[in-house]
């Protein structure tokens, strides 16, 4: 008999999104002259830019093309994007090889597999509120999970300590949902943490191009130690609008080793066996968001949703409400007023307002009494939720 992974039978029902889109379809049916400004999901909203655009078309043309056409990709990416991704790094400082870059189809995809390379045995690490994919895949593995609790009292940044000592240890910064941000300092003391235990620390990093502080790195590579404790996963989805376009990129350096066994090698075998690489047409608009003009472009995009995120952070300070993030990262975590809990505001804002947020207790425990507000929808939206804010809460 094929027997079924068990573990799926411990995952708890994904009820947060779900549960947003009954709620506002109920209230769209019982109120259908009523619009709703949409400030929950964290999906991109403006179209790729210009740049990557034309090098789409372009490798559409190549395929068309007997000379210029490519067949089957190498597994663990085009030279030429690795190289130009190495350099991305290298310019900030951080000195990486080619081929410890290695190119996906984005960092959920990458979060999942990457768990090959680890023991079922391992313990993992997760500060929550978090991104509910970390917990998730490792319940699908069977794996121990420690949930640690990093709440408003020490501004979602936990510190390592006896608690925090698990086999892989997740860190996202900046951080979804909370938008808060570990310094270097703090990540310093983790990387220190991981080099003492023999821990592996997973890196997200799949908003480092909202970071506006120097004082932020952007990278775990920026940390002394972190070349034989880290793994970076990245993506080109909030960085260049490619939810939909599909790409991102895995950082694994060469001298990350744990009982004799290399996991840059590892990870080599693991795409070599398990992929046939990324789309050629893919990595060549990949490509066109490095250039110079793609840059520019990009950087124009994420200013947009930076302005959405000074407007609502203008109300909220306008208002005295307490909220982390919004400007380094592209979410608000606005902390409920008058004591509400996280979907009591919810139900407050979609039946007063018709503003949608995402309650945070759906991210973890930590996050009740908090909500999450996305900043990537359109300015008009945005500005429309805020003036709609402003009104309802200074009441
Ligand atoms: N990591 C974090 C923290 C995210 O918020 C998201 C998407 O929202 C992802 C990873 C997944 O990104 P991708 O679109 O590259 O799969």
Redesign the pocket.
């Known amino acids: 008999m094929a027997k079924p992974n068990a573990h799926y039978g411990d995952l708890k029902d994904s009820y947060l999104f779900y549960n947003i889109a009954q709620k506002t379809k109920r209230y769209l049916e019982e109120h259908p002259d009523k619009r709703l400004y949409r400030m929950g999901i964290?999906d991109v909203t403006l179209p790729l830019a210009d740049a990557v655009i034309a090098a789409l078309h372009e490798a559409v043309d190549d395929q068309a093309d007997k000379a210029r056409f490519r067949g089957y990709m190498p597994e663990c990416g085009d030279a030429p994007l690795r190289s130009t991704i190495a350099d991305y790094y290298r310019k900030r400082g951080v000195s990486l090889e080619d081929d410890e870059v290695f190119v996906s189809s984005?960092?959920?995809?990458e979060?999942g597999d990457i768990l090959d390379l680890f023991d079922r045995s391992s313990k993992v690490l997760v500060m929550e509120p978090a991104?509910p994919a970390y917990v998730d895949a490792n319940v699908m593995a069977g794996r121990e999970i420690i949930h640690l609790p990093a709440d408003e009292t020490i501004g979602f940044l936990p510190a390592p300590s006896e608690a925090a000592l698990a086999d892989v240890l997740y860190i996202?910064s900046p951080n979804?949902p909370t938008g808060a941000t570990f310094n270097r300092e703090q990540l310093k003391a983790w990387v220190d943490f991981a080099n003492a235990h023999d821990s592996i620390i997973l890196f997200?990093a799949?908003y480092e191009a909202f970071i506006e502080d120097d004082s932020i790195p952007h990278s775990i590579f920026e940390i002394e130690g972190a070349r034989t404790c880290a793994i970076e996963i990245c993506?080109l989805?909030k960085t260049a609008g490619f939810?939909g376009t599909r790409l991102?990129y895995t950082v694994i350096p060469k001298t990350l080793e744990r009982c004799g066994m290399n996991f840059n090698a590892m990870w080599v075998r693991n795409r070599t066996t398990k992929t046939n690489g990324v789309s050629y047409i893919l990595q060549k608009g990949g490509m066109a968001v490095f250039s110079e003009e793609g840059q520019r472009q990009i950087k124009a995009n994420i200013e947009y949703y930076k302005n959405n995120a000074r407007m609502l952070m203008r109300t909220l300070d306008e208002l005295g409400i307490q909220y982390y993030g919004g400007k380094n990262a592209p979410y608000i975590w606005m902390k409920c007023p008058k004591g509400m809990g996280s979907w009591e505001f919810f139900d407050y804002l979609l039946n007063e307002i018709q503003v949608v947020g995402t309650p945070g207790e759906g991210f973890g425990k930590c996050g009740e009494g908090f909500i999450r507000f996305s900043t990537f929808g359109s300015a008009e939206d945005t500005e429309e939720a805020a003036k709609r804010m402003l009104s309802l809460l200074s009441e």
């Open positions: 964290g984005g960092a959920s995809d979060l991104y996202c979804n997200d799949a993506s989805s939810t991102g």
